[in-house]
């Protein structure tokens, strides 16, 4: 047992699993006709941004665009097996509710990911970033250090 905790505890190992169990979930998920192409979208999308995020091992914005797809695919999927629950075939429906339960955990996995690659959600913040950045205030501008040379152009550095 705890060589499970060990290797899920390696970030590289996290990642890659996530990927594989969606990747063959949404695989057997379309191979029934969903007719509209709305799964078909997102989940791909999804599986680009985990193949951005195994390659760019150290990117905090990977890891963030595959967190947000793969929470907003919670709800897309629940639609979208609603709406053809009826006119699909067993194994892809099957398929489609499995990859909607494993969401989730995959979610929490991903999250796990992202702060272990740096990133933070700051309180208030739409777009987590991983430093605070400062931006220079307006309102109050600084008065320019005086200095000892003349005032007006300087013309002796033109020759």
């Keep these: 047992m705890t060589d499970l905790n060990e290797l899920m505890g390696s970030p590289f190992v996290r990642v890659k699993l ?29 599986l680009i941004a985990m193949f951005w995020s195994m390659h760019s091992k150290d990117s905090i914005e990977a890891i963030q665009t595959a967190l947000v797809i793969n929470a907003s695919s919670i709800f ?51 777009f987590p970033t991983s430093q605070q950045r400062s931006y220079q205030d307006i309102d109050r501008p600084t008065q320019p250090t005086p200095t000892n040379s003349q005032p007006g152009p300087n013309v002796a550095s033109i020759f």
């Design 76 to 126: 897309f999927d629940i639609v979208s097996i609603s709406l053809h629950f009826g006119i699909m075939n067993g194994w892809a429906v099957a398929f489609s509710i499995i990859n909607l339960i494993l969401r989730p955990v995959s979610v929490a996995l991903l999250y796990k990911e992202f702060n272990t690659r740096g990133g933070t959600l700051p309180t208030g913040s739409v």
């Design 18 to 46: 996530v990927a594989f169990v969606h990747f063959f979930f949404i695989s057997n998920a379309m191979l029934g006709s969903w007719g509209h192409g709305a799964y078909e979208f997102y989940n791909f999308l999804f």
